[in-house]
């Protein structure tokens, strides 16, 4: 973690004669946060309502949880509620009138976000859209993006790729008659080691880049947590003659981005995650606008129509430019409301101000799960039962390489340990067999919640060596 941030740590816990360690520093981090008041606009799930919870192990139950699954689903935005009601008194009123009448039209619903999501990908409002779900804007992308020859055909993503990425990726490439086994290239990081190096993968890409048909990586690996650097990796690939996609799932709402200025030809997103928009919610897609007027394969429906003339309903589709053109079925107002309502929230700050407490927030943690889980010295494969399990942040150390999850490895199996952090009101998900993932999202976490969790860490692992 950043010296930097240690120093000011210490400094703060000075003066206020106290240790770094101790509740009465946490909550003085957050009485001095900027950012502090947004956390009254989400709603925080209560102890006592979570399943698996055992309340004899709490101190009150209707207190917060310490909610750390923000990189999964975020917090409800307060503002949804309201949204959805007016939208579904209009519809009760008048009906079919919904599509051009009222604050929100139902025909524009998509196109009233766009601008704010822009801003938050570093992109201009007509290189954004908001449709279907992220993994079936990355097939429509794909069409486009990828268009394989003999002598170029691969497609270059990361070891641990979120799922769905490398379904995708094996689909396309049977589907234009091409054995995954041959054409995908998985960049794997160095053995012992967790993290991706961006020399490597620029190693990798000046050696085999002439027959790397498209580049698509996560912007955040989901699983361990690292943010790539998207605008080395791009220049990178482009010189080698490759398109370049990204996965930005866990990383929209997380860290500043640039698309635009990065050349980044296209890119995906859900908006669940630090989004707060809802289970799934409509997705996000980037094309650059060097592209907006490509003669593309690309699979068409009746909202890529120029909107002026959409609803006269001819036979001959007049192609709207730019990545509006991909747009297949009107979108859902009802899924699209969540969206608004969480971008109100991020209207209140800025990616600059969220990213500067995420650092903190997370460095934080990082100190905790350091002075208090770190690997004893004494420590070894025959003695390691005589120990309490260890952890291991295996998320890049240095914050200009992580957003807000730490992935944290675990010395043991997690099986007993998550359980118990569940019994204890704490909600992270786990990736067997020894990861959990946490993530203080810097839009409604706070320092206490980061304090809370380190304090049931300590609780679970004791009542787990017990078992």
């Given at each position: ?192 080691q967790h993290i991706l190096n961006t020399s490597d993968i620029n190693t990798l890409l000046e050696e085999e880049g002439n027959s790397i048909a498209l580049v ?252």
């Amino acid at each position: 973690m950043s010296n930097t941030l240690v120093n000011e740590f210490q400094k703060c816990a000075k003066d206020l004669g106290c240790h770094i360690e101790d509740l009465e520093f946490a909550r003085a981090m957050d009485n001095k946060d900027p950012l502090r008041s947004l956390r009254n606009e989400f709603i925080f799930p209560k102890i006592q309502d979570l399943p698996g919870v055992e309340l004899s192990l709490v101190d009150n139950p209707s207190d917060d949880c310490i909610y750390m699954s923000g990189n999964s689903l975020g917090l409800q935005p307060k503002g949804v509620k309201q949204y959805l009601e007016t939208e579904l008194q209009k519809w009760g009123k008048i009906g079919s009138h919904g599509y051009f009448a009222g604050e929100i039209p139902w025909t524009r619903c998509d196109e009233m976000v766009t601008g704010d999501l822009a801003k938050l990908v570093g992109a201009e409002k007509e290189e954004v859209v908001v449709m279907n779900g992220l993994s079936v804007n990355l097939h429509l992308l794909m069409v486009s993006f990828y268009r394989p020859t003999k002598q170029r055909h691969k497609i270059l993503i990361e070891e641990h790729s979120f799922p769905s990425d490398l379904f995708a990726v094996e689909s396309q490439l049977r589907w234009h008659g091409y054995d995954p086994q041959d054409s995908i290239i998985q960049i794997k990081a160095k053995p012992g080691q967790h993290i991706l190096n961006t020399s490597d993968i620029n190693t990798l890409l000046e050696e085999e880049g002439n027959s790397i048909a498209l580049v698509l990586l996560g912007g955040i690996q989901y699983y361990t947590g690292q943010l790539f650097d998207i605008a080395s990796i791009t220049a990178a690939a482009h010189d080698k003659g490759c398109m370049v996609g990204f996965d930005l799932g866990h990383a929209v709402g997380n860290v500043p981005l640039h698309l635009h200025k990065w050349q980044v030809d296209f890119a995906v997103w859900c908006s669940y995650k630090y989004l707060n928009s809802g289970a799934g919610s409509l997705a996000g897609a980037f094309m650059h606008k060097k592209h907006a007027s490509n003669d593309f394969p690309k699979f068409l429906g009746w909202w890529g129509h120029k909107k002026q003339t959409r609803f006269e309903m001819g036979s001959k589709m007049d192609l709207t430019p730019g990545i509006a053109g991909y747009r297949i079925s009107n979108p859902s107002v009802m899924a699209l409301l969540p969206i608004r309502a969480s971008l109100d929230v991020f209207k209140q700050t800025s990616m600059e101000q969220l990213r500067k407490k995420s650092k903190s927030l997370t460095g934080y943690l990082e100190y905790l799960i350091q002075i208090n889980f770190s690997k004893p010295p004494d420590y070894s494969v025959t003695n390691g039962h005589q120990h309490h399990p260890y952890i291991e942040v295996i998320t890049p150390a240095d914050p200009e390489r992580r957003g807000s999850q730490l992935s944290l490895y675990f010395s043991s199996s997690i099986d007993v340990i998550h359980e118990e952090l569940t019994k204890r009101g704490v909600c992270c998900d786990e990736r067997k067999p020894n990861i959990i993932r946490v993530a203080p999202a810097a839009m409604y976490n706070s320092f206490e919640d980061v304090w809370r969790l380190c304090r049931a860490l300590h609780q679970a692992i004791n009542s787990a060596m017990t078992k």
